[in-house]
Structures are given as structure tokens and as C-alpha cells.
């Protein structure tokens, strides 16, 4: 599995963004897919989740309200749009294939990561 994330740029604040997630192969509309995010020197952060089908969502309270995530499986894609960003939403936003288990929001339960792509949130 390969998952390729763009979109990411320079946006000031109270702008918008919309992030793809593309992956390979052709099992994509099996599994579910989380967003995370990592600002230098801290270590992953969840964002979201979207089970295989795309009918159930979750979302991190930080992003509640502004984030929407998607998928299209016809496409193998998946996608994060980002409304009203913050500073703090500065960071490297990269997803992850779910591997199972009890926690969506712990990287330990995703067994593929893309490379990820910079979001910089200017004040």
C-alpha cells in the first residue's frame, strides 16, 4: 500500500485548504483511513477517521466544526477539507491506512503512513 498526500501550502489564517490522500493498489474501499497531523518537535496528532464505505466519521475537537473528511473509493482517493484555519493547524498532515484495534486516535493502530504534506497557517 502507498498513499501519497498534496494540497499542502501556505494559507493564512482564516483561509481554506483541501488536502488528497492518494493510495495504490486496489483494495482501498476495504479499510478505513485516518488524517494526522505532527508539528516540529511534538509527536502525531489525529485529526480524523473514516471507516471503509464512508459513512462513519470522527473528527478531534480541535478540528470539530472546520474539518470535513472524504473519501472517493471509486477514485482511491481521500481527502481533507479544512476550513477556518488557525495557526496552530500548522503542521505535517499525512494519513494512514487503519490496521484494527480498539484506539482510532493512536498512530500504533495504523500500519501505512504516506510521506505527508506542509500545511503552514500564517497569523
Known amino acids: 500500500v502507498q498513499l501519497v498526500e498534496s494540497g499542502g501550502r501556505l494559507v493564512q489564517a482564516g483561509g481554506s485548504l483541501r488536502l488528497s490522500c492518494a493510495a495504490s493498489?486496489?483494495?482501498?474501499?476495504?479499510?478505513?483511513v485516518g488524517w494526522f497531523r505532527q508539528a516540529p518537535g511534538e509527536g502525531p496528532d489525529w485529526v480524523s477517521y473514516?471507516?471503509?464505505?464512508?459513512?462513519?466519521?470522527v473528527y478531534a475537537d480541535s478540528v470539530k466544526g472546520r474539518f470535513t473528511i472524504s473519501r472517493d473509493n471509486a477514485r482511491n482517493t481521500l481527502h481533507l477539507q479544512m476550513n477556518s484555519l488557525k495557526p496552530e493547524d500548522t503542521a505535517l498532515y499525512y494519513c494512514?491506512?487503519?490496521?484494527?484495534?480498539?484506539?482510532?486516535?493512536?498512530?500504533?493502530?495504523?500500519?501505512?503512513r504516506g510521506q505527508g504534506t506542509q500545511v503552514t497557517v500564517s497569523s
Open positions: 494512514a491506512r487503519w490496521g484494527g484495534g480498539a484506539d482510532i486516535t493512536s498512530i500504533d493502530e495504523y500500519d501505512y
Open positions: 493498489g486496489r483494495t482501498f474501499s476495504t479499510y478505513a
Open positions: 473514516i471507516n471503509a464505505g464512508g459513512s462513519s466519521t
